[in-house]
């Protein structure tokens, strides 16, 4: 009766096999599943091209953001130049503070007209 019941694996001799090598139809349909699991993975080789054009494409958005920088900072206008064109009052110090409220007004007069908000 022993040799009925177990096999060299020590089970049952009634039950089937299901491992990757068996011809059932449970191993059968595992390995298809795996497989299709498979083809829709992609290679190394893609996954490495994938990577290396993402890498090329953040290298180029880099630099043109970089170009684009530079570029505005060169077209903007210097507000500081519009502001000394306008030849502003200097103001070193004054006994009366009303000599310093006069000075400040002149230089909101001269940012406003420069269009320079504070």
């Known amino acids: 009766m022993a040799a009925l019941t177990d096999d060299a694996n020590g089970e049952g001799a009634s039950q089937p096999r299901t491992g990757p090598y068996s011809s059932g139809r449970a191993g059968g ?3 298809a599943a795996t ?8 290679s ?7 990577q290396n054009r993402l890498f090329e494409r953040m290298v180029a958005n880099s630099e043109n953001m970089g170009a684009a920088m530079a570029q505005q900072a060169n077209q903007a206008p210097s ?4 502001v000394q064109r306008t030849h502003p009052p200097h103001f070193s ?3 009366d503070p009303l000599a310093a409220d006069d000075w400040l007004r002149d230089i ?3 940012l406003n007209l420069c269009r320079c908000n504070l």
């Open 108 to 110: 909101e007069i001269k």
């Open 35 to 42: 497989a299709e699991q498979h083809d829709d993975e992609p």
């Open 79 to 82: 507000k500081l130049a519009d």
């Open 93 to 95: 110090s004054a006994a």
């Open 44 to 50: 190394l080789a893609q996954l490495l091209a994938n």
């Open 29 to 31: 349909s595992r390995r």
